[in-house]
């Protein structure tokens, strides 16, 4: 008998241990997570504040960017932005309310293939990011023009005209901030 009472004891005691053990779905759990994104909303916010407070809206410079296809034909684009990390080529004057397709071009050392790729805008005299892109959110190694640029393809709308800083992310780290003028 007394073997059935530890028995049951030690049931109970195991029983109550693995209730009160943690669920990722516990309240713990869902705390870190709600955490884990302020963390990412303020440090976003950072990079807000920062380029709302530079004083320097002077607009991005453009510099052509020469290829060679796999075909063997040469081609160039004008790109606005930073012929050493990244910039983009589409219809210019930029229009405000349209959206317009546009091709990134990474020129930067690193490997970010496949890495995600987020872009925000903040217009000058703001201090509220606005999501402009739409469409893949990475470079990919396919993308690859060539030997040393890689491709995205996307789409951009800006709500309104004005002085806008492009802020581009890849992997979660501000990595350029382009400015441009939106007609």
Same mark, same amino acid.
């Given at each position: ?8 004891? =030690? ?22 997570? $709600?955490?884990k994104?302020?963390? %990412? ?10 380029? /709302?407070?530079?004083?320097? #809206?002077? =607009? ?9 296809? $796999?075909? +063997? %034909?040469?081609? @160039? ?9 990244? /910039?983009?080529? /589409? ?26 790729? $987020? ?5 000058? +005299?703001?201090m ?6 739409? /469409? ?9 023009v @060539? ?8 789409? =951009?709308?800006?709500?309104?005209? +004005?002085? #806008?800083?492009? =802020?581009?992310?890849?992997?979660? %780290? ?10």
């Amino acid at each position: 008998m007394k073997k059935h009472i530890i028995a049951l004891s =030690l049931l109970m005691t195991v029983g109550a241990l693995v209730a009160c053990t943690s669920n990722p779905n516990d309240e713990t759990s869902n705390e870190l997570n $709600e955490s884990k994104k302020e963390n %990412e909303v303020q440090e976003s916010s950072n990079d807000v504040q920062k380029v /709302g407070a530079e004083d320097n #809206w002077e =607009l991005s410079s453009t510099f052509n960017h020469s290829v060679e296809y $796999e075909n +063997g %034909e040469e081609g @160039s684009y004008e790109i606005v932005g930073n012929k050493d990390t990244v /910039g983009f080529t /589409g219809t210019f004057p930029i229009k405000a309310r349209d959206s317009q397709k546009y091709f990134w071009f990474y020129f930067g050392k690193e490997s970010i293939y496949d890495k995600p790729v $987020e872009v925000k805008a903040i217009k000058k +005299g703001t201090m509220e990011p606005v999501d402009i892109i739409s /469409g893949p959110s990475n470079f990919y190694k396919e993308a690859e023009v @060539s030997p040393h640029s890689v491709n995205m393809p996307s789409r =951009l709308k800006f709500p309104s005209a +004005g002085i #806008w800083a492009i =802020l581009v992310y890849i992997d979660d %780290e501000l990595y350029e901030s382009i400015v441009v003028e939106v007609i």
